[in-house]
């Protein structure tokens, strides 16, 4: 009886976690407790919300909802015990997200204006953003947008992890893609949410996924016959396929941070007290001299 629940479950579960990017497991030990782990075969983090349709035998200690950031590769989930003689029985469903559904976003972060410190910059208003979620427009969508000349230096708004290095043209598997934009670049920030960057490129093919990017660093370059750099800050919502997207606070000057809009010229700083936000001390020692 025992093995015959493991089959079922395992095989509710391979029909759930199919054409996903996670597949979730599980074994039982010698007293009967079930041990839940998860592989990851994207090659970046995945969120995963795991939720129990049906749970017997047993219960379920962990915070709900669960979601849980998961690494490439293999991650160890939790241990659903054994409760009384009979073995636990369940049923349960997974969900994937490329950002955290349960981002905990500071709206009054300051972000570093991405260009080179000193230089004038003229944000724009942008009208649309065609092409960022394949045919389809997000509801309520927010950018940022700025004005710049082909192959000018762009620099990191804030602290991410890097997931996704587009170029001219995408051949990937689309089941790997955090939007549709070609020329852009994407970062997971530490809040949970990810910050795109449409039309800069790596021209030096110096990036690798996974890498860290410290708020200052430079990220790339203006894409060629580009006269425009333009930031998304967005994530995803559980159990739902809208995303969320967040208006940022740029630094306009050392101690002041503001949306920007089309009537302003921003002359570009960034201080090593805004850069430092979310360094570690050695990070700090190292880079901000």
């Known amino acids: 009886m025992l093995r015959l629940s493991v089959f079922m479950a395992v095989l509710l ?4 976690s199919k054409a996903q ?18 592989t990851n075969r994207s090659k970046t983090p995945v969120y995963l919300n795991l939720y129990f349709t049906s749970i017997e035998n047993t219960s379920f200690t962990e915070s709900v909802p669960y ?3 998961l690494e490439p590769g293999f991650n160890s989930l939790f241990t659903l015990m054994r409760e009384v003689e009979e073995p636990p029985r369940f049923i349960f469903d997974i969900k994937t997200y490329r950002s955290n559904p349960l981002a905990d976003v500071n709206l009054d972060f300051p972000y570093l204006v991405p260009f080179a410190p000193e230089r004038t910059v003229k944000p724009f208003d942008v009208k649309n953003i065609d092409g960022f979620w394949g045919n389809e427009t997000p509801k309520d969508w927010r950018a ?4 710049a000349e082909p192959g000018e230096k762009v620099y990191a708004s804030r602290q991410g992890q890097l997931v996704e290095i587009a170029g001219g043209s995408r ?20 809040d949970g949410s990810l910050i795109t960057y449409k039309n800069v490129v790596d021209v030096n093919n110096k990036l690798q996924l996974n890498q860290k990017i410290h708020a200052g660093e430079i990220l790339g370059e203006v894409a060629p016959n580009s006269s425009e750099v333009v930031l998304m800050v967005y994530h995803n ?3 739902s396929s809208d995303l969320k997207f967040i208006i940022p606070l740029f630094v306009t000057a050392p101690d002041k941070t503001e949306i920007v809009n089309s009537s302003m010229n921003i002359q570009v700083v960034h201080p090593n007290t805004t850069r430092a936000l979310e360094m570690s001390k050695r990070e700090i020692k190292k880079m901000l001299k």
């Not at 990017?21 to 079930?34: A, E, K, R, S, T």
């Open 13 to 16: 579960s391979f029909l759930s």
């Open 21 to 38: 990017l996670v597949d979730v497991q599980f074994d039982y030990n010698n007293v009967g407790d079930y041990i839940f782990r998860a």
């Open 67 to 69: 979601v849980k950031q």
């Open 144 to 147: 940022t947008g700025f004005i």
């Open 171 to 190: 051949e990937t598997d689309p089941l790997q893609w955090y939007n549709t934009w070609p020329n852009s670049i994407t970062l997971l920030q530490n």
């Open 237 to 239: 919502i559980l159990n």
